[in-house]
């Protein structure tokens, strides 16, 4: 079991920045990779940014140049660095962490509750 916890989240203007944190407790060994996914309103869940344990990143077209995806191992923590934000980055936006059980072959998805990202003036 793997349990995640975002926090960062809040009110910035237009152009400011925000850093968003996702801590992992549990099972933490067999995670391959982990990312950031957001949900605007009246929108479906999108893809952020993917960060493997490796530590080899992905980025959405969108993101790209602005969103920094990153690792703290020591702190078994995730983070996301937003710069440059725009209105249309408003979402929640949640920590997702993927698995896989080489003895069952059973891949599992967790998933935190979520930080509020409102880009507002």
């Known amino acids: 079991q793997v349990q995640l916890v975002e926090s960062g989240g809040g009110l910035v203007q237009p152009g400011g920045s925000v850093t968003l944190s996702c801590a992992a407790s549990g099972s933490l060994l067999r995670i391959n990779v982990m990312g950031w996914y957001r949900q605007a309103p ?45 209105p249309e980055d408003t979402a929640v936006y949640y920590c997702n962490a993927r698995t896989f059980m080489p003895t069952s072959k059973r891949e599992y998805n967790y998933w935190g509750q979520g930080t509020q990202v409102t880009v507002s003036a």
């Not at 080899?56 to 077209?61: A, E, G, L």
């Not at 690792?71 to 996301?80: C, E, G, P, V, Y």
């Open 42 to 86: 009246g929108k479906q869940r999108e893809l952020v940014a993917t960060i493997t344990s490796g530590g080899i990143t992905n980025y959405v077209d969108f993101v790209k140049g602005r969103f920094t995806i990153s690792r703290d191992n020591a702190k078994n923590t995730m983070i996301l660095q937003m710069n440059s934000l725009k």
